[in-house]
């Protein structure tokens, strides 16, 4: 597998919305479940959704569902999180992790860079 890379992160208003993408080059990027975590100033990684190889199962944590949708393109090799309704305790650094289907961060061997996401007025 190869480090994957997110991007689309940025300063949105309460209520607006972004669309976070993450890339992994790579023949089996198809072959692995893959997750979004974020982690704020002073606090844990906290897991946020997951997909599965596939696409076709996903689970949310309860304060980002509803809000939040999960997906990819495994034409691609790219995941995406989609982010409504957004609120300013939705600030922190968002990652994209590879490798599983999981909830717990400790389970994925492969993360990105991280990107910036601010929600402030």
């Known amino acids: 597998q190869v480090q994957p890379v997110e991007s689309g992160g940025g300063l949105v208003q309460p209520g607006g919305s972004l669309r976070l993408s993450c890339t992994a080059s790579g023949r089996t990027f198809s072959s692995y479940g893959m997750g979004w975590f974020r982690q704020a100033p002073g606090k844990e990684r906290e897991f946020l959704a997951i997909i599965s190889a596939s696409g076709a199962r996903t689970r949310y944590a309860d304060s980002v569902k509803g809000r939040f949708t999960i997906s990819r393109d495994n034409a691609k090799n790219t995941m995406y999180l989609q982010m409504n309704n957004l609120k300013p305790e939705d600030t922190a650094i968002y990652y994209c992790?590879?490798?599983?289907?999981?909830?717990?961060?400790?389970?994925?061997?492969?993360w990105g860079q991280g990107t910036q996401v601010t929600v402030s007025s």
């Open positions: 992790a590879s490798g599983g289907y999981s909830t717990n961060h400790f389970d994925y061997n492969y």
